[in-house]
């Protein structure tokens, strides 16, 4: 309050001085002149400066500790989020005091200058300024034929996939060591290069087919897992038994009969899913340059390598 | 509440991103041909699809005012078909894409809060929406409370908010649909809590790309009438099923032997209710609804992922009886001997009922709470993992009895929440019509998260030996019932049904522990329940003296939350032949698949964080698959009644 008090001395004494003026000179050509001299522009900019630096220093000032109206609700606010109800006169006062001691804690490590090389307070700040800037730019609707243009370089996101046709036999580890059930595959392969027929070398039943027809490497993954039998079906010789691979169910031989590359569709016919990919890939664009934009107006000296600022 | 700006410039941006492919009027994605129609493919070349059938987005006031939630519905599907999703900043992408998948957000307030986040939008100028913007939380409460009391929130126009938020759910589940590749279903949660407290709530699906606008809970509380309108729609040639999900929390209510005036349930009311209800949820984030360990109390394994407790008022335990669909079976007997109908002959279903919009389902990608998200991608680090164990304790924001008597709100208990469940259909192939038909027989198995394949038929000529032939499928779905129908007639001489049963692993998850078979019947008006442990992995043999099986063992590492599968089968099957079978005594008979023990979210947590595992919850589980049942039905009135329904299909 001794703040406030001094400032309105101060402004009782200017008021009388503007008093005065006005006394001295009652006609309107003499009250324009006034708003004219430079003189009084001079004392009232220097009003206005003297009132916004006191008033900054209020605030600022580091050992007034102010709980205004507005905190005070937002401490409530935050309690009742975690806790649903609204906290009692007692609680109010500790969640104050906790407030007045983080705050007062908070200053000092300010002043000591603990925040300056804090990893957490740098990253925060960061992210804070990446989202305002990521906020500012909306790509403008693509035409057509820029659409059709920028397909052309992005064939590859829309080709169909490879279709795998192919027959496996499967040994069970069900009840035996993983490595024994490795064997006995490994043993019919060599029956099977030997002129041996797939259903004489002793495989498991498969509980689904032993042969699938143009499945793709998703769908046979949803079978057979994210596994190394899965990822063979694109790499195993064609037309000639190969193995033991595993799944996840156990060792598998592989015939991969023929294998259909996948195909890329007509601009027509993908044209919707074309702009809604190119309207993503845009913002994420936008984004990044707002943001190489802003570290641009930076300058990079890298003593680590001898650069001089 | 500087805390909440990131996230909600984020939101902006994704909504600002989004916006184009969620407008009703952008057209259509582009649909690939579908190969074959369903007709050509034969009954026994179904595949198995797995999918998500509730979940929620910022489209459901509680996801948004509750659990702070941005996504919006069509990222949910992205999400869900395997596309990245940015979450808080994150790109994030499921481990495995869904099969199928439906939005289930809340009819009430649809789409209400949410318009929030738009500064620019009407709601965000007027008072009310102010107060709310400023505690998200409080919205709940008040909301709640208004359409309890049927009553309006001056300012708030969820009818309007709710036209507009309805269009966008039919565009973005429209365009997200990828016959051949990726299902979705128009969809919607019908809300109903008796007393504010009983949890009544069921999700309504629709087959095709056109959708009324939802028939809510404010509209009616009553089921039959929600039945009413999927009829009215029906005949409209807009077809529609609801699977009611929940009824550990129902107080009794789901499976009571009364309609909702109090008469006991008739014919009619039963036979309704299942033209409408085929299928119910068994499994799902909020607890697994089989059965409880007070109504089981020989079934070893009934102790799994209990939420006993009412969903608004987490210390209040519901009541037990009417609660559970093992006992809905038996119930279901009792009152078709009465009255003829069975309202409980529905099928399974398994969820997550996540309220973040990304759907998971693996026990490792789950972050405990309704609102956390994969942990592979956002660990939950620091206090919140504290907060997700226990350790640091928080207190309920749902609790409104709490609120009416100034009492503290229940501490929270985030470990009763389980990890993700998941639907599995038998379908000929991956569209709304045939999906949509799977449900509607129940051709359908529940898993509390993995995708164990089960296959389950009952019928009266099966032995080992169908099993030893290569296409024994073909003969199980010609002379047998495959599982959600009816045993077929039985044949002249034949003393007892034999079931043949199938149940293959996750290829990317844990081994099998176990087949069994459920069996529920009626002895003397009171209904009876028997677990017979059918095949069993590792060679392991049924004590004769107390009928049970060995405990598998555990491979689990608590300290790394790993297992290992050197326990346990890949692939258990077997025929069963029922040696208790009494002809003149109804039955129900399920299948259920128990995988080997395997580390529980908690734990993942715990080790991830170099945390104490939990003393209130299990560190492992034993994730399982449950089939939809088979029925039997004496022969007599009944059983004309059943045979019409058998020839019908």
Known sequence: MACIGRGVKVGLSVRTRFAEALRSSISIVALARLVRDPLVHFLVAGLLIFFASQAWHDVHDQRVILVTPERAAELSTKYRLQFGTAPSEAQMTQLIDAYVLQEALYREGKAMGLDRDDEIIRRRLAQKVTFLQQDRSLPPQPSTDELEAWYGTHLKDYATPVRITYSHLYFSTDGVEDAAARARAAKALVALTSGGMPDGVGADDFPYQNGFAAQTPTQAGRLFGDTDFTHQLETAPLATWSGPYRSGYGWHLLKVEARVPGATPAFAEVQDRVREDYLHGAQAKANGQALERLKARYRVVRQDLGGQP | ?649
């Open chain 2, 1 to 649: 509440m500087s805390h909440r700006w990131p996230t909600l410039i984020s939101a902006l941006i994704v909504c600002s991103c989004t916006a184009q492919a969620e407008s009703p009027q952008t057209p259509k994605s582009v649909r690939p041909q579908t190969p074959a129609t369903a007709s050509e493919v034969t009954a026994s070349e179904r595949q198995v699809y797995f999918g998500e059938m509730h979940l929620h987005t910022s489209y459901s006031f509680d996801a948004w005012g509750l659990m702070a939630t941005k996504s919006t519905p069509d990222e949910a599907y992205r999400f869900g078909r395997g596309e990245a999703v940015e979450v808080n900043g994150q790109a994030i992408r499921r481990g495995w894409p869904l099969d199928f998948m439906a939005v289930t957000d809340h009819s009430e307030n649809m789409g209400l809060l949410n318009q929030l986040d738009d500064p620019a939008s009407e709601i965000s100028q007027t008072a009310i929406g102010k107060e709310i913007a400023k505690d998200p939380a409080k919205s709940f409460n008040m909301l709640r409370q208004a359409s309890q009391e049927r009553r309006m929130i001056p300012g708030l126009d969820p009818v309007s908010a709710g036209k507009t938020a309805w269009g966008r759910q039919v565009a973005a589940a429209n365009a997200n649909y990828r016959p051949g590749k990726f299902t979705t279903f128009i969809a919607y949660e019908w809300s109903q809590m008796n007393e504010g407290k009983y949890n009544l709530h069921r999700n309504v699906f629709f087959v095709g790309d056109k959708a009324p606008l939802p028939f809510s809970s404010a509209d009616s509380g009553k089921p039959e009438d929600l039945w009413t309108y999927l009829e009215q729609n029906r005949a409209q040639g807009m077809d529609a099923i609801a699977i009611p999900h929940n009824p550990n929390a129902s107080n009794g209510l789901m499976y009571d032997w009364n309609m909702s005036d109090g008469r006991p349930i008739d014919q009619a009311y039963a036979e309704r209710r299942m033209r409408n209800e085929p299928l119910s949820e068994i499994v799902q984030n909020k607890g697994q609804s089989e059965t409880a360990p007070e109504l089981s109390p020989n079934d070893e394994f009934a102790n799994f992922e209990i939420y006993d407790t009412l969903l608004t008022q987490r210390d209040v335990k519901g009541k037990v009886n009417g609660s559970y669909i093992r006992q809905a079976f038996g119930r279901g007997l009792v009152i078709q001997q009465k009255t003829g109908g069975n309202p409980f002959k529905f099928g399974l279903a398994g969820a997550s009922d996540y309220h973040n919009g990304i759907s998971t389902s693996d026990e490792k990608a789950f972050a405990g709470s309704p609102g956390g998200i994969d942990p592979n991608v956002n660990v939950p680090t620091g206090d919140a993992a504290k907060k997700l164990l226990g350790i640091i304790q928080t207190r309920s924001l749902i609790d409104d009895q709490a609120a009416r008597t100034g009492k503290p709100p229940a501490i929270n208990n985030p470990m009763q929440g389980g990890s993700s469940g998941l639907t599995g259909v038998w379908a000929e192939q991956n569209t709304r019509e045939s999906i949509f038909a799977a449900l509607k027989r129940k051709e359908t198995f529940a898993t509390s998260g993995p995708r164990i394949r089960v296959r389950f038929f009952g019928g009266w000529d099966f032995s080992p030996a169908t099993l030893r032939k290569t296409d024994w499928t073909k003969q199980a779905y010609r002379t047998g019932a495959p599982m959600g129908s009816d045993l077929p007639f039985r044949a002249a001489g034949a003393s007892a049904p034999s079931f043949i049963l199938q149940a293959v692993k996750d290829p990317d998850g844990a081994n099998l522990d176990r087949l069994q078979i459920v069996k529920v019947w009626v002895e003397n008006g009171q209904n009876k329940e028997k677990i017979f442990d059918v095949a069993l992995s590792g060679g392991r043999k049924t004590d004769p003296r107390t009928g049970k099986a060995p405990a598998v063992g555990s491979t689990v590492d608590l300290t790394t939350a790993t297992y290992k599968n050197t326990i346990g089968a890949a692939t258990l099957q077997t025929v069963w032949r029922d040696p208790e079978f009494d002809a003149a005594k109804p039955a129900v008979y399920y299948l259920r698949a128990l995988e080997i023990p395997t580390p529980r979210w908690t734990t993942y947590i715990a080790a991830k964080n170099g945390l104490p595992l939990p003393t209130s919850s299990p560190a492992t589980v034993q994730e399982r698959a449950y089939s939809s049942p088979i029925w039997f039905t004496p022969t007599g009135r009944q059983a004309v009644r059943s045979d019409v329904r058998l020839a019908q299909k």
